[in-house]
């Protein structure tokens, strides 16, 4: 079986780096994109079984989350869909974003240290 | 009406001695009409006098002949006007039979008219008490707009409050990440360059929470009776963008800053950052659903003025748009969206400041120019 992998998605790099770290500690592989068009290129080239990605970002293409995962799921990019949402505060509404097949939104801030092993429960209940 | 005072001082400029001496009978008709009043009269009979008079007495309202013999047409109503506060009561009295005399004083301020030939004890009654209420309900106004110019500070801040959210609790993830990593590795008994490394991100995270809730205080804090002080107009810009750059990454805006002139004003730095905040808001909401929207910020130094350009990608083609930008209550947003204010405040905050503030006519995209005097700063610090 093959080792799961997490793909993290923000625009502030600071917490990318805590983030990569974290599951790093845990032993899981990850991969780090800091806007959603990077994040899409990724998820073409190879297999990931969470996505974990903030609600806003500035992205290059000018891509928003509903268009994230528009493409995630119209591409079939994810087959666990195992999305998960952070938000620091967004003005969507949280029931559209849920229909889009998101697991869960979390709020931030939040402690990496209870997060993270919580996200990789999502890995090893897909097992 | 007239009953609901109980005194009134009132003041005549009058060359003619005939027509004082009309006034006083007139008044005189009054004050039998009207024993419950106590009426106290002064006159003048220049313009020179009428204003030492003026600077010295507390009236209530100031009848004003258009033809004296040191101030003719406007000259006088003007410099009484400068000597007391707005909407005072200034009824003309003007002995043309023309009323566009009168009328064009109205414009500049008068509050009422009164024909020679037509002064009678109820004109005179009806004029004295239509100027006093129109006074009063100019005043009145005047203090709603106060009142809503508060109002619209705490709305612009309620829009924002998602993007504030946002831009504070992104540096709190960090801070709680690295302090999370700062336990682990103290339990672990991790080298102390890596301690060293956490501390600090959360040192300078702090510092930038700490930024933004310092725009945050200073912006919604009642700045009207604020002195004047002297500040760099970059430090200004600085703080307005701490607020509302958040908005612009949310909405893919691309915010282009140009040029930014070092240049010092004396001014009530809350009150520019509001308009510029203003401006910018009315930017972003404008372009906010076009592609490759962008909004522009420069400025430049001209004949002693800085002058600031906030340009966006849109236009306003439509002129009766253009034409009533600056009028209160005057708003493109739907309904429940703007409070149509925020021009109209906007342009007498920058009047008050001794400056401008305009809609560019020969510009391609919409473009506001605000223009402001600055102060000359020695090489020394001063405060």
Known sequence: ?127 | MLSTLDSLNVFLVEDSPEDVLFFKRTLKHLREKHPEINFEFQHSNCLKDALVKVANTSFDIIFLDLSLPDSQKFLGLEKLKEQLEDHFPIVVLTGDENDSLALEALNRGAQDYLKKSEMNAYNLSRSLMYSLERSKAAKELEELRVHQAKTLKMATLGEMSGSIAHEINNPLAIILGYTDILLADIEEGVDSDRLKNSVEKIEETTVRISKIIKSLKSYSRRSEQDPMSQIAFPEILEDTLNLCIERFKTSKIELKIQHIEPAHLLCRDIQISQVLLNLLNNAHDAVKKNDKAWVSIDSSIVDDKLKVLIQDSGSIKDESVRRKLFSPFFTTKPKGEGTGLGMSISKSIIENHGGSLMLLDNSKNTCFEISIPIVAVSNEKSA
């Open chain 1, 1 to 127: 079986m093959k080792e799961p992998k997490v793909l993290i998605v923000d625009d502030e790099n600071l917490l990318l780096e805590l983030l990569t770290e974290s599951f790093t500690k845990h032993e899981i592989q990850n991969e780090k994109a800091n806007c959603f068009s990077v994040a899409l290129e990724k998820l073409r080239e190879s297999s990931y079984d969470l996505v974990l990605s903030d609600i806003r970002i500035k992205d290059k293409a000018g891509i928003d989350i509903l268009g994230f995962l528009e493409k995630i799921e119209t591409e079939s990019l994810m087959a666990s869909k195992n999305i998960v949402l952070m938000s620091g505060y967004s003005d969507l509404d949280f029931q559209e974003v849920e229909k889009m097949g998101v697991a869960e939104i979390i709020a931030k801030p939040f402690m990496p240290r209870k997060i993270v092993p919580k996200l990789i429960k999502y890995l090893r209940h897909n097992d």
